[in-house]
């Protein structure tokens, strides 16, 4: 600029064209920083553009930025401008820290992905087919004379088998090399045993082990599907860490069936870390809270996740084991008093048990929702159809927002009815050896399971009576009364309330299962009879195993003007429920029943702090997968 130029008074609108492409500059040259997508910053760039023509025509000259000693005067307002700046380079530098922690777990996700890939890469390339690699796709293309046989099953594995050469298939939990050996731990379902395999060249009756052998052996990924082939010996001490602790298997050859190619969520070694602290099993269930893992734990959330990961630890294979066993032994015993099996629909044309606490639907035009509970259809089969004694094991829906540790929108519901001759007690008799055979069967048949559950979540073994004990709710009222809570005869019981009465039963009668009957009629459904001696209360029971409920049961109503009346007091119109209510109209025996959460059972039964733990897929307000 010359002397002239300088002298000169500024054309206020040139500075303000000098001030706008400055501007422009500015906030190209910051989104170029924030690595922003050029979609957004190149608007800027054309308004700049069409600045500079402008800026020549007056001046006719090229716009160049000017030092910083030539920058004319701003304006009013610099100081807003200067504060709108600040605000913009503090948001760009935000959003440049968040994309460079992104960028971060990016590449973190990226190298393991690579490093997975890499090891099968290199495990493709060096393979003797005879002795190890991978193992042709099972298409079901041939049989074998051996069949299933060939396989030996690693719980059956013992020391009476030494020198016998087997073939077991198993999870790949571990692997490790050491020098020219490799150890690796293979497991199926609740067993696990040992393979090892020594670098050698063969000779005097041995097979030849070639070192790619051993470094294959250790290098596919965990959780892989393999076959070992091997001899069973024992070793000097027992091996730590195996449940087939008195063997282990020299292997002869090592073939991989299916290669986990994913990288994992997380270690099995983790998942199946003793607790360290034990989780309260009452009040609300913070779902964002158990989604963390800490201390070499896998939080419960991440577990759910990936539920097909989880379902192989020990503790959870036992875990749905014992319930397996559950439902045999409920249909083993009710067989045998002639119950007979039934299968009610889950579709209905109103609520099961009235409330609003159902998923709807829409039912080719018409309102349905899924069943809360069999109970109409079950007390038309016995009652009403003649069968007299029916039990179901089904799904059960509950559109309950209810976030807890004890609660579910889906479970496996355990239900049984029957029709009465003179007392309801013929049902709690009925009900109180069914689960006495249940808890006999389980120590007797999954004595492995229980063990296998107490070694991740401890828990003391649950103590029942031969003859069950029975209390009615005013006295379970007067207990907790006693023992300075506070609590009224015709009150509902809190959960709180029933731990507490759970705890004072187990001192007082050394039992964790027991029977309450004898409920106020306003905290039971329609459909219950009511006390022939208190209106105020009702012929129902509750079932608790550790101060908990299990089953909710009752005599029911059998006539129909009483079943209309009952239904009217809850608000249940009467039409939704018409088919119902006319079933009683052409006779009906007495009866009562019962419904049993089998997932609480399983949960109670081997002291699990959450049924979220004893539910295969579990489904509560914020989880509908996997």
Sequence with gaps: MSTEEAAAPADPAVVELTNQIASLGTSIVEAKKAKQPKEEWDPFLKQMLA?????????????????????????????????????????????????????????????????????????????????????????????????????????????????????????????????????????????????????????????????????????????????????????????????????????????????????????????????????????????????????????????????????????????????????????????????????????????????????????????????????????????????????????????ENSNTRRHLCEFTGMDLEMAISEHYDEVLDVLGDLFVHIFDGLKEKCGQEIERVREQHGFDDLQYLRKTLKIDYATGCKLLREAGVEQGDYDDLSTENEKKLGGIVKEKYNTDFYIMDKYPLSVRPFYTMPDPNNPKLSNSYDVFIRGQEILSGAQRVHEPKLIEERAQEWGIDVATISSYVDSFRNGALPHGGGGIGLERVVMLYLGLPNIRKSSMFPRDPRRLIP
């Design 51 to 399: 600045l500079k023509i402008q800026y020549k025509e007056k001046t006719g000259k090229d716009f160049h930025a000017p030092s910083k000693k030539e920058v004319p005067n701003k304006p009013k307002g610099e100081n807003t401008q200067a504060a709108s700046d600040k605000n913009k380079e503090k948001r760009a530098k935000k959003a440049a820290e968040k994309a460079a922690k992104e960028e971060k777990k990016r590449k973190q996700r990226e190298e393991r992905e690579t490093r997975e890939r890499e090891k099968l890469e290199k495990l493709n390339g060096a393979s003797n087919e005879d002795v190890f690699g991978d193992a042709p796709m099972i298409q079901s293309r041939t049989k074998s004379a051996e069949g299933v046989s060939r396989w030996t099953k690693i719980g059956d594995l013992t020391k009476d088998m030494e020198g016998k050469e087997v073939l077991v298939r198993g999870f790949l939990h571990t692997s490790r090399g050491v020098g020219k050996m490799s150890f690796v731990l293979l497991r199926s379902s609740l067993y696990t045993v040992q393979c090892v395999a020594f670098e050698s060249k063969g000779g005097n009756g041995k097979p030849e082990i070639p070192s790619a052998m051993i470094k294959y052996m250790t290098g596919v990924p965990v959780e892989s599907i393999v076959d070992a082939y091997g001899t069973v010996t024992v070793p000097e001490k027992p091996v730590e860490g195996a449940t087939q602790s008195a063997v282990e298997i020299q292997v002869h050859k090592f073939h991989c069936v299916h290669k986990a190619t994913a990288a994992m969520p997380f270690q099995m070694e983790d998942a199946c870390r003793p607790d360290l602290v034990r989780e309260t099993d009452i009040g609300a269930y913070d779902h964002d809270a158990n989604n963390a893992s800490e201390g070499g734990r896998v939080g419960q959330e991440t577990r759910l996740d990936h539920r097909w990961i989880d379902l192989r630890t020990p503790a959870n294979q036992s875990i749905f084991r014992v319930q397996s066993m559950v439902c045999t032994l409920f249909r083993e015993y009710l067989l045998a008093q002639n119950f007979i099996e039934i299968h009610t629909p889950k579709l209905l044309s109103g609520a099961s048990e009235g409330g609003a606490d159902v998923f709807t639907l829409d039912y080719f035009g018409k309102p349905a929702c899924l069943s809360m509970s069999p109970q109409l259809h079950k007390q038309m089969a016995a009652a009403c159809g003649g069968f007299e004694r029916v039990f179901e094991i089904g799904p059960v829906f509950r559109a």
